[in-house]
């Protein structure tokens, strides 16, 4: 497995959702109006986000079981097989390194691998050839939780998920919303860029460090 394979891909896809987006915001009233425009935009967000979260899993399993770096050379692994990636990753999940040496096969008891902050434990945990890269590459982009949190509140909308919402209003030029996938399209200060559309190049260049 080639690294920089899983970049090329998982950056073609982000490539081809941006510009899905733009096409969208070109034919929609802003802001979002009810209905059929928000639940456009909220299936666009799934779609980002476990595009997001299979990329994470990917790098973190192929960097732990070999992978070949650019110059030709092999990474021996230092995981047995995925399932052993994914038993320890479900034990740390929970905040416990794991004692004993498993397999788990069953994806559901696995961490949200787009979730930063768990996945720098589960990097942790792991500890491949690669640890001080991934986790350099990761750590770098603590604003991808704002994705995240949008998407759980769009998931599951309550009075705590979408106060976790509003609560990133000091970081944006914010205009009140009725629907978190609205909080989306606040506005960067020092850029003029969309929330969303700064992640994505976050995202990008996450992935580009990541797999270097």
């Not at 999940?93 to 788990?104: D, F, H, Q, R, Y």
Request: net charge positive; with cysteine.
């Amino acid at each position: 497995m080639r690294l920089e394979w899983l970049e090329s891909r998982f950056r073609r896809r982000i490539d081809l959702a941006e510009r899905r987006l733009g096409d969208y915001l070109q034919r929609t009233a802003k802001p979002l109006k009810s209905g059929a425009e928000i639940h456009e935009m909220e299936g666009w967000l799934s779609d980002v986000w476990q595009t997001w979260g299979r990329f994470c899993r990917r790098a973190v399993i192929a960097s732990c079981t070999g992978y070949d770096r650019p110059d030709g050379s092999t990474v021996a692994p230092t995981h047995q097989s995925v399932g052993h990636v994914s038993f320890v990753a479900a034990k740390q999940k929970k905040g416990v390194a794991p004692a004993l040496v498993g397999v788990n096969y069953t994806l559901r008891y696995e961490p949200t691998w787009g979730h930063v902050d768990k996945l720098l434990d589960v990097i942790q945990a792991l500890a491949p050839a690669n640890a001080g890269t991934l986790t350099s590459a990761f750590g770098t982009v603590p604003e991808i939780e704002h994705i995240r949190l949008i998407r759980n509140c769009a998931a599951h909308i309550n009075h705590e998920t979408f106060a976790d919402v509003i609560a990133l209003q000091p970081q944006y030029i914010a205009s009140p919303i009725a629907h978190p996938v609205e909080a989306l399209l606040w506005t960067v200060p020092a850029t003029g860029q969309t929330l969303i559309h700064a992640r994505l190049d976050e995202m990008r260049i996450c992935a580009k460090n990541a797999c270097c």
